[in-house]
């Protein structure tokens, strides 16, 4: 565990790596109702990207929170507070790897595997989520690395995202002080 977050550490630009070290589990998490801002400016920033994010019962269904197509992006109706935003956060990651900004990176790159594939989006997600102060179990520890992993693609997600989000609301940069 020690090493991923060293290694997610080396990747990160300065201000992030103080975001992802200042998080600390015992800072206070949003409130419910930050939570659901959050949910909405992620939601947006998405929508500029031209996915449309739906929330659906998936969980009696399936057996997971969320999901994405490259058109929508999905998150799981029973889910609340700083866990809906956590599913959100790691399915626009997979939107932005798979059909978004990030796959024309590396037009070259064959298909990736699944643990490829959930590791880089979910390092993208548990990056940002700290850094917005997301504290989710979920972001609790560290993906574990895999090595057909991206760095380069992991660091250009960070920074796409949160610079996304961020701009996306004066109220962000408010609960981020």
Same mark, same amino acid.
């Given at each position: 565990?020690?090493?991923?977050?060293? @290694?997610?550490?080396?990747?990160?630009?300065?201000?992030?790596?103080?975001?992802?070290?200042?998080?600390?589990?015992?800072?206070?998490?949003?409130?419910?109702?930050?939570?659901?801002?959050?949910?909405?400016?992620?939601?947006?920033?998405?929508?500029?990207?031209?996915?449309?994010?739906?929330?659906?019962?998936?969980?009696?269904?399936?057996?997971?929170?969320?999901?994405?197509?490259?058109?929508?992006?999905?998150?799981?109706?029973?889910?609340?507070?700083?866990?809906?935003?956590?599913?959100?956060?790691?399915?626009?990651?997979?939107?932005?790897?798979?059909?978004?900004?990030?796959?024309?990176?590396?037009?070259?790159?064959?298909?990736?595997?699944?643990? @490829?594939?959930?590791?880089?989006?979910?390092?993208?997600?548990?990056?940002?989520?700290?850094?917005?102060?997301?504290?989710?179990?979920?972001?609790?520890?560290?993906? @574990?690395?895999?090595?057909?992993?991206?760095?380069?693609?992991?660091?250009?997600?960070?920074?796409?995202?949160?610079?996304?989000?961020?701009?996306?609301?004066?109220?962000?940069?408010?609960?981020?002080?």
């Amino acid at each position: 565990m020690k090493q991923a977050r060293k @290694t997610i550490a080396f990747m990160l630009p300065f201000w992030a790596m103080l975001a992802v070290f200042a998080s600390d589990r015992t800072t206070a998490t949003l409130s419910p109702a930050d939570s659901e801002k959050l949910f909405q400016v992620v939601s947006n920033a998405a929508f500029s990207d031209n996915y449309h994010v739906r929330t659906r019962d998936l969980l009696r269904r399936h057996d997971y929170d969320g999901d994405s197509d490259g058109k929508s992006i999905i998150v799981d109706s029973s889910l609340r507070g700083v866990q809906k935003v956590y599913v959100l956060i790691h399915e626009y990651s997979h939107s932005l790897l798979h059909y978004g900004q990030l796959s024309k990176v590396d037009s070259s790159r064959p298909d990736v595997d699944d643990d @490829t594939a959930e590791y880089e989006a979910e390092s993208i997600a548990h990056t940002v989520a700290r850094a917005l102060k997301v504290d989710d179990a979920a972001s609790d520890e560290d993906p @574990t690395p895999v090595p057909n992993a991206r760095p380069d693609l992991i660091q250009k997600g960070i920074d796409y995202m949160y610079h996304k989000i961020v701009s996306m609301s004066s109220w962000t940069t408010q609960i981020l002080a």
